[in-house]
């Protein structure tokens, strides 16, 4: 009896309450989004928003049970839970049945199960676990590799099922790991790094080119101060492009004009990486390292966008980007989903009497595509409401992190918000069309088990270690 005492007084209320809002509110919108009057109830379990009532009923109890039970198995099974979640995901790939171009889902009769949903939590444990160890920081090569390896090898494995979406929800634990001492200028490095390669799709080679070099004397300067160093790099670049040219109209030879700006750069680059060596300007070195590691991005981002992705994905990034312009094929569900949301004004058309949604014009609309029901029905009120709900459950799980006395469940809490954020921002973003469209469902409202079970897991769990702060 104390111990139930004990788990009710220190479970988390307010976010228990603003989980259960978001999971009526997306079962309210999954309904209104097939709702047909030749199949009005809302009990109606051969539709989907009736299956949807009893993945809920089975989420309340997977919720239950975590909190009913001893916390310490998270800690102590979590590299087992995590070599579980990676056997699973490896027979997917040889059991596992193709949908929507992924084989991503195994089949136990007429239930499907969705392997990398659950990796996700599984992930967040193994994570803890390493970098929950007394002593360990992320200040060593080899934790880097430990942690890229735990993060990585999940992500490699849902790659080879065709699932990107998934894989790239993996990248939120970077998040993660900045708060766990990730410098942040690897960070920005990495948000950079992402922006060339969106900009390579869009400008030409000798305009990336010339922004690399100068922003790389920018950075130089800005950094030691040292005007001459940088107008003698800049001269350099210069003067080797002039002799190239002047060179190539002696010996009558064509060169593209590519070239002209791609040259100079690299053999700047070097120069800076040689003269770090012998003044012992460690911010040569960098600046060195970041413009040629940032011009091989910038010269292979076409090979990776036309050899690497698929030709699904290459549709919607360039709608994305506005190369392309495809109403009616890749972008037909942005373009339908940004109307429909659109369409709802600032109070919505009112609960069930969205047109968008009542003639099925946005596919995918009870999924991927929840939003714009809300949107539609419930207006830019209703919008604004869900945003405040999952931002206050993101500040209110951040709270819960900092307040751990340990390291494990503090790691996992702050997995916990990444996840969920990324999940929230992307899903979103995509249906208003500020992301390219890869699949990934909004926590709590889009239709299916896994997605509801994984998440229910995932914050559940947090929950049940926050209620142990108390004890040494």
């Known amino acids: 009896m104390p111990r139930k005492n004990s788990l009710l007084s220190n479970l988390d209320w307010g976010t228990v309450l603003i989980y259960l ?14 709702y047909s009057e030749e199949h009005s109830s809302i009990l109606d379990l051969s539709q989907r928003y009736g299956k949807q009532l009893i993945w809920i009923g089975l989420a309340f109890g997977m919720g239950l049970l975590v ?7 998270y800690s102590v099974f979590a590299y087992v839970i995590y070599g579980l979640s990676i056997v699973l995901l490896l027979s997917t790939l040889v059991f596992g049945r193709e949908v929507n171009g992924a084989r991503s889902w195994l089949h136990v009769g007429s239930l499907g199960i969705q392997p990398a949903e659950f990796v996700k939590f599984a992930t967040a444990l193994a994570l803890a676990k390493l970098m929950g160890q007394q002593g360990f920081k992320l200040n060593t090569f080899w934790a880097y590799v430990k942690v890229g390896a735990i993060i990585a090898l999940p992500a490699g494995i849902i790659l080879l099922q065709n699932d990107t979406g998934s894989a790239m929800v993996l990248v939120a634990f970077v998040l993660v790991l900045y708060r766990e001492g990730l410098p942040g200028w690897v960070l ?7 922006l060339l390669f969106i900009l390579t799709l869009v400008l030409d080679i000798p305009a990336i080119a010339t922004g690399l070099l100068l922003m790389g004397l920018l950075i130089y300067w800005f950094s030691t101060r040292r005007t001459k160093d940088a107008v003698r790099i ?13 060179v190539a109209n002696i010996v009558d030879v064509e060169i593209d004009i590519d070239y002209y700006f791609t040259v100079p750069l690299v053999v700047c680059a070097l120069m800076a990486l040689v003269f770090s060596y012998f003044s012992r300007v ?23 966008f036309n050899h690497v992705l698929e030709t699904h994905h290459q549709k919607r990034i360039n709608d994305l980007l506005g190369i392309e312009q495809d109403p009616l094929g890749w972008g037909y569900n942005v373009n339908q989903s940004k109307i429909a949301i659109g369409s709802g004004g600032l109070l919505g058309k009112g609960f069930l009497n969205g047109t968008q949604t009542k003639f099925n014009f946005v596919p995918e609309q009870s999924t991927d595509f929840i939003f714009c029901t809300v949107g539609e029905e419930w207006g830019f009120v209703g919008v604004l409401v869900v945003l405040l709900l999952f931002g206050l459950l993101l500040l209110r799980l951040i709270k819960l992190a900092e307040r751990q006395r340990e390291a494990f469940a503090r790691i996992y809490g702050y997995s916990v918000v990444s996840i969920i954020f990324f999940h929230v921002a992307v899903n979103i973003g995509m249906t208003v069309g500020l992301f390219p469209v890869i699949g990934i469902p909004l926590p709590f409202f889009s239709y299916g088990g896994s997605s509801l079970w994984a998440f229910t897991l995932l914050l559940f769990i947090f929950l049940r270690l926050d209620t142990n702060r108390f004890v040494h």
């Not at 460690?282 to 990776?304: T, Y």
């Open 21 to 34: 809002l978001l999971v009526l509110m997306g079962w309210l919108s999954i309904y209104a989004a097939v």
């Open 67 to 73: 909190l009913l039970s001893d916390n310490k198995i």
């Open 188 to 194: 920005m490095c990495g948000v950079f790094m992402a």
């Open 234 to 246: 800049l001269l350099s670049a210069l003067s080797i492009g002039l002799l190239m040219y002047v």
């Open 282 to 304: 460690r911010q040569a070195l960098f600046v060195g390292g970041f413009v040629l590691v940032s011009m091989g991005l910038a010269l292979s981002a076409d090979f990776v």
